[in-house]
């Protein structure tokens, strides 16, 4: 008859005998899948992190990147500033497009519902 290749895989809990699984099992692959880490990127802070070793350290801005005019972003009468439009982070008023995210959350990749 058809041989099925067999792999041995060492169990990291328990008994230190090695345990049996026929490749191509579904415990076979969950098991080396959820060993594996993988490099993934980050549908909030658009980074590339690996995972799930560092899936803990997101750095994002939950708010929107908008402009508003001068006079109603400094909160002044129109008039006493220059025109012009001033543009900031709504979550915690940075000015810098590109500014560190003032949130720290986790990582969510673009495979995540």
């Known amino acids: 008859g058809a041989s099925r290749a067999r792999v041995v895989i060492a169990s990291s809990v328990g008994s ?3 345990k049996e ?3 191509g099992s579904i415990e076979f692959v969950e098991k080396v899948h959820a060993q594996r880490s993988v490099r993934r990127t ?8 690996v995972d799930p070793e560092e899936r803990e350290n997101c750095f994002y801005h939950p708010g929107d990147f908008l402009g508003a005019e001068n006079s109603k972003f400094l909160g002044l009468k129109s008039g006493s500033v220059a025109p012009g439009t001033s543009y900031f982070y709504d979550c915690c008023g940075s000015s810098q497009p590109d500014a560190p995210g003032c949130t720290r959350g986790r990582h969510i990749t673009f495979d995540d519902e």
């Open 16 to 18: 230190a005998q090695p």
């Open 21 to 23: 699984r026929e490749e």
């Open 42 to 49: 980050c549908r909030r802070c658009r980074s590339s992190f």
